[in-house]
Each structure stands twice: as structure tokens, then as C-alpha cells.
């Protein structure tokens, strides 16, 4: 039988969102971006990459603010935050399966040998998300890429 092959991934948006509050945390605090800047920075579609936007402004990891002045800005709490979180704001909770959903409560969990696997995988995948964090990775990002993004806010 040859079926084609699937894969785990995050959504685009996710992925957007996560290299989004990269650039912004790279930043002098209070710093905003126009929505045009942040989409060629992350190569995204404008319109998209605003729905993006909305959801970490709502899940309070980053502010907008319209007018001459006006733009995103990560907050505080944006900084500090993990990966798993920002990926969380844009898709919900990650589950690798369907038997994870709900808190675990799967009707096959007592006699399923694959649900501890599938448990511990779940729990491996968000340490590792959740022990990354925006602020580290913002550091870790190219000097190159820093002074790109900082050219295009002035120019």
C-alpha cells in the first residue's frame, strides 16, 4: 500500500508568529513596527500576517496601535515568553493526537499501549517548546538581521 506521507507541523501562522515576536524582541523596548515592515521582515502575506498580529495582541504578548505614531510593539510579557506560548496564542494547545485532547481523558488510555507514547512525546515536544524563549532566541538572531530590521524602521 503506498499512502502519502503526513507530517506534525505548526501552521504558518504559528511560524510567523514565532518569528515575529523574534524580531520585535530584538528591539529597544517600546519600539513599534508598521505592519509592511514586520511582513517583509517575516515574508509574509500583509493581510495575513495581521490576523497573526491580533491574536498575540489579544493573548497580550504584543500591543498595536494605529495612527502616525502608531504600530506593534512586543510587551513585556511578550519578551519573557516561551514558544510554546506564542504558538499557543495563534493555534491553541498542541496535541500530537486526538487521545491527548481534553486532558488525556481518552476512553482507550487504560488499555492502549501507544497512549504512554504518545503522552511522552506530547510532554517532551512542549518542555522543549516551553523552555524556549523569545528573549533567548531574539539574541541569538544575526547581528546582519538585526541592523536590517532597525534600517528599515528609519528608512
Request: hydrophobic share 45%; proline share 6%; with cysteine.
Amino acid at each position: 500500500m503506498n499512502t502519502p506521507a503526513s507530517s506534525i507541523q505548526l501552521t504558518r501562522g504559528a511560524d510567523y508568529a514565532v518569528r515575529i515576536m523574534m524580531y520585535l524582541a530584538s528591539l529597544p523596548e517600546k519600539e513599534r513596527v508598521l505592519l509592511p515592515v514586520l511582513a517583509e521582515t517575516a515574508s509574509a502575506p500583509p493581510s495575513f500576517l495581521s490576523k497573526v498580529l491580533q491574536a498575540l495582541t489579544r493573548a497580550g504578548l504584543a500591543s498595536s496601535r494605529r495612527g502616525q505614531l502608531g504600530g506593534f510593539e512586543i510587551l513585556p510579557r511578550g519578551r519573557a515568553a516561551s514558544v510554546l506560548e506564542v504558538v499557543e496564542a495563534i493555534d491553541g494547545p498542541i496535541r500530537l493526537n486526538v487521545c491527548l485532547l481534553h486532558g488525556g481523558n481518552c476512553s482507550r488510555e487504560s488499555w492502549c499501549p501507544s497512549h504512554p507514547v504518545w503522552q511522552r512525546a506530547q510532554e517532551a515536544m512542549s518542555e522543549v517548546l516551553r523552555s524556549a524563549k523569545i528573549a533567548d532566541l531574539a539574541r541569538q538572531l544575526p547581528v546582519s538581521e538585526v541592523v536590517q530590521i532597525r534600517e528599515s524602521l528609519v528608512g
